[in-house]
């Protein structure tokens, strides 16, 4: 199939990649020309793992190009996938400018047009926003007829870090469609699929897409409320885990306590969606106590090091991790942040350490930062462990207290074996154990 991918943020790239591959003729679409210029150049504008690889075979088969030509190519596509930003507003509401543009766009580029068009909303988007948004203006700016257009709706369920893994072998698909255009054209190009294609209207694969982020939110949040309540009372939370994950109801996955969750999707998307339900006059109280116990474990991992140090002020803290999860170099909503903030606040020495969020942490935050986590770690008092990169986990416990200064170990993602922190001499915290 020809298909245009609008956006080359992590989720256009991804899906642009993927269906490549798969054999369609793909055009990633962008109005950043540095980003399309790496792109054909076969350089990934981001860091995710197996990305530039699929990129440059996609290039090399001429099964995928980028370009800024927008409505050219879209107007010689049959589907184009809109997979733009849906940032938060101050008020937490999402932020819509970005799909409004792009769905203008589409519909000038079908002003001329004159065979069926199928456009698929693949960007996070609150419910209702395809059917009342994006199809209207689409309408609106190409003066063309209903029929003759296939709205969809088609959540991504990728994970930073291993997003193109996630969009190979998909949980499931799910379609929404407000026509037949669109369940048919969906249908077709995941034909190969072998996993469960869940069909629906649009502003239900709206809310599954929401329903499935602020449920994981919400699963983090709730093992973190009781990770700290094991903290009081000498439990270790990752054996109590471990008995809650043998349950299939519950399921093993995202039990792991510690400083919470970040990135560009869980704070913004629970946000939006609680945001959404109270302009239709639905309070959320679950969601809004997400958020709440998210906001609260940064402070727990400051008041660690506080109570072990006696006084931050002064104190050299090396933050080992920027990045908001490991395997990227995204730092939005990192937990990192905060932490680091606060430490500042009160008088600390902070140097940093990331394997590949140093670049994108600068543009938010100027602090010290160095190029290795030996060079980070050397005389600190202290050391705290955001982000669980293998690297981290491989530390030679041993060296890194001879060059330290102090003994202080927090471990804000449990990446360590306690036991053996201990053992070697570090005064060591981290959140769930006792
Ligand atoms: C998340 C979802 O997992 C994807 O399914 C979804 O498609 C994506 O958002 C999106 O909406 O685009 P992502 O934000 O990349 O993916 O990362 P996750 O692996 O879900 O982790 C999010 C945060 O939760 C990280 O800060 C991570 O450290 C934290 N986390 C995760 C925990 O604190 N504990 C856990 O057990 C799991």
């Not at 101050?90 to 766009?105: C, F, Q, R």
């Not at 997400?290 to 008041?303: A, H, R």
């Not at 030996?374 to 982000?387: P, S």
């Amino acid at each position: 199939m020809r298909i245009s991918v609008i956006g080359t943020g992590y989720v256009g790239l991804v899906t642009g990649a993927t269906l490549a591959d798969l054999g369609n003729q793909v055009v990633c679409l962008d109005i950043i020309e540095e980003k399309i210029n790496m792109l054909n150049s076969g350089k990934s504008p981001i860091f995710e793992p197996g990305l530039e690889e699929l990129l440059q075979k996609g290039i090399k088969t001429k099964n995928l190009i980028g370009s800024t030509e927008i409505e050219q190519y879209v107007r010689n596509s049959e589907i184009t996938f809109i997979c733009v930003g849906t940032p938060s507003d101050e008020n937490g509401n999402i932020d819509l400018s970005y799909i409004k543009s792009a769905s203008s766009t589409i519909g000038r580029a079908l002003r001329d047009k004159n065979e069926k068009h199928t456009v698929v909303v693949k960007s996070t988007v609150v419910p209702l926003t395809t059917e009342n948004v994006v199809m209207p203006n689409i309408l609106k700016k190409s003066g063309w007829k209903r029929e003759n257009l296939g709205i969809g709706m088609n959540p991504e369920f990728l994970r930073e870090g291993s997003a193109v893994d996630d969009a190979q072998n998909p949980d499931r698909i799910v379609i929404g469609h407000a026509d037949e255009i669109a369940r048919r054209t969906l249908n077709k190009l995941y034909e190969s699929y072998n996993c469960v294609k869940l069909e629906c209207i649009p502003r239900t694969a709206e809310l599954i897409k929401y329903a499935s982020n602020s449920f994981l939110a919400s699963k983090i949040s709730f093992v973190n409320e009781i990770a700290n309540m094991s903290n009081v009372w000498g439990i270790d939370f990752q054996e109590v885990a471990e008995g809650m994950g043998l349950d299939s109801r519950i399921s093993a996955e995202f039990l792991r306590a510690g400083a919470g969750f970040g990135g560009s999707c869980f704070p913004k998307d629970v946000k939006a969606l609680a945001a959404a339900a109270k302009n239709s006059n639905v309070e959320s109280l679950m969601l809004k106590a997400t958020l709440e116990v998210n906001d609260l474990q940064p402070s727990i991992i400051v008041k660690m090091a506080e109570e072990r140090l006696g006084v931050i002020k002064d104190k050299k803290i090396a933050i080992l991790g920027l990045a908001f999860k490991p395997n990227t170099d995204d730092v939005r909503e990192s937990r990192s942040e905060i932490v680091i903030a606060e430490l500042i606040q009160k008088g600390a020495d902070i140097i940093a350490h990331d394997p590949e969020g140093m670049a994108n942490f600068k543009k938010i935050l100027e602090i010290p930062m160095a190029p290795s986590a030996e060079l980070a770690t050397d005389k600190a008092d202290c050391v705290i462990i955001m982000t669980e990169w293998d690297e981290y986990k491989n530390l030679d416990l041993e060296l890194l207290l001879k060059k330290m200064n102090g003994n202080v170990l927090i471990d804000g993602r449990r990446a360590l074996d306690a036991n053996k922190a201990e053992k070697v001499g570090f005064d060591y915290k981290t959140i769930g154990l006792g």
